[in-house]
């Protein structure tokens, strides 16, 4: 960071007053480095402030003026919030009261579908699918993570990665590798005993391997958060492992468990990807929506299936962040890092249930990629690159790719850019007067939102509100801004809250000095603040570029024929019979997700290791 002049520079216009001369400055960081501020914050208490605006060549700014900056960025990042999540989601909500004349109907357009025939039994199919794949998902995952965390299995850097590996491709492809598997025609049809994979099982299965990613990676970071010292009291106390574990670890990581089922089962529940391939008879809530409004046209319905969806994922939300505020007051600030240590036997099991978990996960994504090679399933099984010919079969051809590349890059810079931004004006500027602190307020609420609304509900709100003729955003329409603006909202809350965790893990006292120094807020976040919390940041645009190219349900409505996106392809090309290149295009989706997130990664490290050079130690 670029400072003024010293404190010792004379002063035009000042009385020759003699002044000691300044003591040496210890060695340490440079001048200018976020090392550099907690020292000069010391210096700085030791003086009066008016003598530092001189000083410093500035003179302050009226703090109106900063407050005048702050409500404007709050009440931006509100509008925005409330423009493309609050009010589609009322225009859903309104939808659901009206007929198909746009009349006020009241609740006679919900009541009329709960009550139409099949509908209730269509209810506890999803919900029986939910529970089971719940069932499950988050025990395997658990023990998953617990093998990563608490064991000492060999290759835990490869598991991890392996079971990180469906968060690149679309949902749709567990429902196409099974196909492939054990369709009519599938490669292990004949260990089926006649069964068909689709129906319940199908759905079960390929949301499994859609839903697993997401519970490992909640309850890694339960596991991760042990306190060691615990364990040492309970073995001082005679405790064995079985009780151990009970008493200790499993009340211990109760909340991240019950997040884990709460997203599997909303993902699960609002998921169309999966029954949309396999689903066969066995229908289902978001695949009756999908049809409501694609098929049917039938868009009072949709909405109403859209509230319906809704209401689950509004009820574990709100219990999850109930019982995740429970958690926080019970941490402690001395907790000491759990060391596993040596035992062969659980070791043992650990890496075979891993084992297991991972060759499921290899088999249904190697499957898929292998298929997309075959030259013609199932009568010849040459190797060939026909299902890649995107251009001369349904679906959108590489124009679809290319623009998922596009909305993938532009959701990436401009979500993380509006993320940072946001967290940092409600995580570490305060709030003065009632304004500041109302929009303050309501910017944590809305930045809460997206997490509790599913994507199919999402997309059908932005049909509704931004189809209308009557209002004038209509324009955005079918055009890649408002695809992107949509992805944005949709994974807005994850990365929100990754950006909140980083700064807020930085010492207060860094903005503390840059105050005392008269260092401009935005300055601090551009030199300091910004590269300190790098990591994190990269990590969000990582998130969001790989959500992006993965993305189904919240832009299968909003796209035209010139901003097809590669997933609606794959869509598209299941419907038109393309089973092959579906496949492909599920391929080629991962690959530059892959690319993407490794071209990120060393440039993490890279920067990283520019910006921070400051942490590394200093040989005397």
Avoid at 56 to 67: D, H, Q, Y
Avoid at 178 to 193: A, M, P
Avoid at 300 to 329: E, M, N, S, Y
Avoid at 482 to 504: D, E, K
Wanted: glycine share 10%; with cysteine.
């Amino acid at each position: 960071m670029r400072f003024a002049p010293t404190l010792d520079t004379p002063m035009t216009g000042s009385p020759s007053v003699a002044e000691p001369t300044p003591a040496p400055a210890p060695a340490g960081p440079d001048v200018g480095t976020p090392g550099a501020l907690a020292a000069s914050a010391a210096r700085a208490a030791s003086a009066s402030p008016a003598s530092f605006a001189p000083a410093l060549g500035r003179r302050p700014l009226p703090a109106w003026i900063g407050s005048l900056g702050l409500n404007v960025g709050q009440g931006a990042l509100a509008l925005f919030l409330l423009l493309f999540l609050a009010l589609p989601l009322a225009a859903i909500l309104a939808k659901s009261v009206t007929d198909g004349e746009g009349a006020w109907a009241g609740l006679a357009v919900v009541t009329g579908i709960i009550g139409a025939d099949g509908f209730l039994p269509m209810v506890g199919r999803s919900l029986t699918v939910g529970i089971v794949t719940m069932l499950l998902v988050v025990p395997a995952a658990y023990g998953f993570a617990y093998g990563l965390t608490r064991t000492r299995l060999p290759g835990k850097g490869m598991l991890r990665t392996i079971a990180l590996l469906p968060l690149l491709a679309p949902s749709l492809l567990p429902g196409i590798a099974l196909v492939y598997l054990l369709g009519n025609q599938g490669l292990l049809k004949g260990l089926t005993g006649g069964a068909t994979i689709y129906g319940f099982w199908g759905i079960v299965v390929g949301e499994a391997f859609y839903t697993f990613p997401h519970a490992l990676m909640i309850l890694l970071t339960g596991l991760t958060l042990a306190d060691g010292r615990l364990y040492d009291a309970a073995r001082a106390m005679g405790a064995g492992p079985w009780r151990t574990f009970l008493t200790v670890t499993l009340s211990g990581t109760r909340y991240a468990v019950f997040s884990a089922c709460c997203v599997v089962f909303t993902l699960t529940v609002t998921d169309f990807g999966v029954p949309k391939v396999v689903g066969g008879d066995y229908n289902v809530l978001a695949m009756e929506a999908y049809k409501a409004v694609v098929g049917q046209q039938n868009f009072p319905k949709g909405a109403a299936i859209g509230i319906l969806l809704l209401l689950p994922a509004l009820l574990t939300f709100v219990l999850d962040r109930r019982l995740r505020a429970r958690q926080g007051a019970q941490m402690s600030g001395r907790a000491q890092a759990y060391a596993a240590g040596p035992n062969r036997r659980r070791d043992a099991a650990f890496f075979t249930l891993a084992g297991v978990v991972a060759a499921f996960l290899m088999l249904i994504i190697g499957v898929a990629v292998w298929a997309s090679f075959v030259k013609m399933w199932p009568y010849n099984l040459s190797m060939s690159l026909r299902s890649y010919d995107f251009d001369n079969m349904d679906g959108g051809g590489w124009l679809a790719w290319r623009n998922s590349l596009l909305l993938a890059f532009c959701t990436a810079v401009i979500g993380t850019a509006v993320v940072f931004v946001g967290a940092w004006m409600v995580e570490k500027v305060p709030a003065r007067g009632q304004l500041a602190g109302g929009l303050r307020g309501m910017v944590r609420m809305l930045a809460l939102m997206p997490m509790a609304v599913p994507g199919l509900v999402l997309g059908l709100g932005y049909i509704f509100f931004f189809n209308s003729l009557a209002n004038p955003l209509n324009v955005l329409y079918g055009t890649m801004p408002l695809l992107v603006l949509c992805t944005v909202v949709h994974f807005y809350t994850s990365a929100h809250l990754t950006a909140a965790t980083a700064l807020n893990a930085l010492d207060p006292e860094f903005e503390a000095a840059s105050a005392s120094l008269k260092v401009p807020r935005m300055t601090t976040f551009l030199r300091v603040t910004l590269p300190m919390c790098l990591p994190a940041a990269l990590d969000v645009a990582r998130y969001l570029f790989v959500s992006a190219m993965t993305t189904v349900s919240a832009v299968v409505f909003l796209y035209s024929p010139s901003t097809v996106l590669a997933a609606v392809a794959v869509l598209n090309m299941d419907d038109a019979g393309f089973i092959g290149p579906a496949a492909a295009m599920c391929t080629v989706i991962m690959a530059s997700s892959a690319a993407a997130a490794l071209v990120l990664h060393l440039a993490s490290r890279a920067l990283v290791a520019r910006s921070q050079a400051w942490r590394r130690p200093v040989a005397l």
